[in-house]
T-cell receptor, first 111, second 111 residues
Framework: DVKVTQSSRYLVKRTGEKVFLECVQD?????MFWYRQDPGLGLRLIYF???????EKGDIPEGYSVSREKKERFSLILESASTNQTSMYLC??????????FGPGTRLTVT | QQQVKQSPQSLIVQKGGIPIINCAYE??????FPWYQQFPGKGPALLIA?????SEKKEGRFTISFNKSAKQFSLHIMDSQPGDSATYFC??????????FGKGTSLLVTP
């Protein structure tokens, strides 16, 4: 079974803090993705990576950066957290595209 | 800009009914159209997917109908059950990479 794990289920941070969200997959997948999910807006792609040290911007990359130093790990970084980044963050991975396997999500609250 | 438009936003059907969720897209380069199912507290999971060279695909009680000329596709759930109550997302992508999601449909199947 494919497993995608995210470092925290719930996280509360203060405005201006630097926030790290970690994602690990155990299936040797090439591609990894970060989405945010907001009510009424669906899932929106923040960044994705198709190889180690490679990254591509998604639809809403502003205020975020990513890091992929190892194939199995993809980190999302909020450089200076703001209240409008309060959201559910979902990580996913896939092998050469197509079926994406999602983690359980991290609900981030920025106060 | 939402590349995939999904309707309705919410849907209530009785057990045994056939809920239908519709999606429309504009980008004719899309070649992969998956549906994801999400239960509360969980990440989305792939339910069924179709490519534009077929007009219909069935997997168990779930059917995708695809109309290439109209740039529309829909999900039908036959003999719906209370356990099907979840949020459903349609999506589209090119070569299976970055998924463009609809905003989601919250389905409630009443006993």
């Amino acid at each position: 079974d494919v497993k995608v794990t995210q470092s925290s289920r719930y996280l509360v941070k203060r405005t201006g803090e630097k926030v790290f969200l970690e994602c690990v997959q155990d299936m040797d997948h090439e591609n990894m993705f970060w989405y945010r999910q907001d009510p009424g807006l669906g899932l929106r792609l923040i960044y994705f990576s198709y190889d180690v040290k490679m990254k591509e911007k998604g639809d809403i990359p502003e205020g975020y950066s990513v890091s992929r130093e190892k194939k199995e790990r993809f980190s999302l970084i909020l450089e200076s957290a703001s209240t409008n980044q309060t959201s559910m963050y979902l990580c996913a991975s896939s092998w050469f595209g197509y079926e994406q396997y999602f983690g359980p999500g991290t609900r981030l609250t920025v106060t | 800009q939402q590349q995939v438009k999904q309707s309705p936003q919410s849907l209530i059907v009785q057990k045994g009914g056939i809920p239908i969720i519709n999606c429309a897209y504009e980008n004719t380069a899309f070649d992969y159209f998956p549906w994801y199912q999400q239960f509360p507290g969980k990440g989305p999971a792939l339910l069924i997917a179709i490519r534009p060279d077929v007009s219909e695909k069935k997997e168990g009680r779930f059917t995708i109908s695809f109309n290439k000329s109209a740039k529309q596709f829909s999900l039908h759930i036959m003999d719906s059950q209370p356990g099907d109550s979840a949020t459903y997302f349609c999506a589209a992508s090119i070569a299976g990479y970055a998924l463009n999601f609809g905003k989601g449909t919250s389905l409630l199947v009443t006993p």
